[in-house]
């Protein structure tokens, strides 16, 4: 082999010898970027359900917060006993809730959640735990002699969502066929309690969120527009069939 040729091939077996090299040092640098990648999206994971849980946390807070002030003023101002007129919305029986008649407390209560920073999902879920869930349960599954479901119920997936804001507002008397069964349980009204925002978003939740239910959100117009019908007297399920819901 002569000299030119020696130098050549010794060129040739460094040229190759680097290209290894710098393959090898790319396939490690293309292996580390997907660990970056990976950790990252793992990252922004878990601050969103962390961001979720402060959100629950803050509904929480408020909560108690409002519970304390509540308590701190019943002390002199004892609540009355129960009646068919109202309800009590805690456990101890300490926040009693007169249907018929506008309740400060409750209404800062419910104002101080919708001003609060979670998203319409909370406090829908917020408000319908608090007011709805003891008769119909957390998961709305309803409960014999309680309340009837609202996961899966016809009236509650109807496509316009009129006869149940009605119902919400007005309340219902009589009985009511929901999911092939009938139910006779009487439902108070709403309408001096909670605005049409309020309203509207905790029916948003339950026709969105509970069990499989997937219908459209209400709009707070459709309340507002169901609130101007006088009704004195309790919704009944056959005055509700006469509303077309579409």
Not at 235 to 240: F, G, I, P, Y
Request: with cysteine; glycine share 6%; aromatic share 4%.
């Amino acid at each position: 082999m002569t000299r030119t040729k020696a130098i050549a091939a010794m060129l040739c077996a460094a040229l190759f010898a680097g290209l290894a090299a710098y393959q090898a040092r790319q396939r490690t640098i293309d292996r580390l970027e997907s660990q970056v990648e990976q950790l990252e999206a793992a990252r922004r994971e878990a601050l969103a359900k962390a961001q979720a849980r402060e959100r629950e946390l803050d509904i929480l807070r408020q909560d108690s917060a409002a519970l304390a002030r509540l308590r701190a003023q019943l002390k002199t101002n004892p609540p009355p006993a129960v009646t068919l007129a109202g309800t009590y919305l805690d456990k101890d029986k300490l926040v009693y809730v007169n249907y018929g008649t506008p309740d400060p407390a409750l209404q800062a209560y419910l104002q101080a959640l919708m001003n609060g920073s979670y998203d319409i999902t909370a406090k829908g879920r917020a408000i319908f735990l608090k007011i709805c869930a003891a008769c119909h349960q957390p998961d709305g599954a309803g409960k014999d002699g309680v309340g009837p479901p609202l996961a899966g119920s016809e009236w509650v997936l109807a496509p316009g969502g009129q006869r149940l804001a009605r119902i919400v507002l007005n309340g219902i008397a009589g009985p009511i066929r929901v999911q092939g069964r009938d139910w006779n349980l009487p439902m108070p009204p709403w309408r001096e309690n909670l605005t049409d925002d309020q309203i509207a978003v905790v029916l948003s939740y339950i026709r969105s969120q509970l069990g499989t239910n997937k219908a459209p959100p209400i709009k707070p117009e459709l309340v507002g527009a169901a609130r101007q019908e006088a009704h004195p007297a309790p919704e009944s399920a056959a005055e509700l069939l006469q509303i077309s819901d579409q």
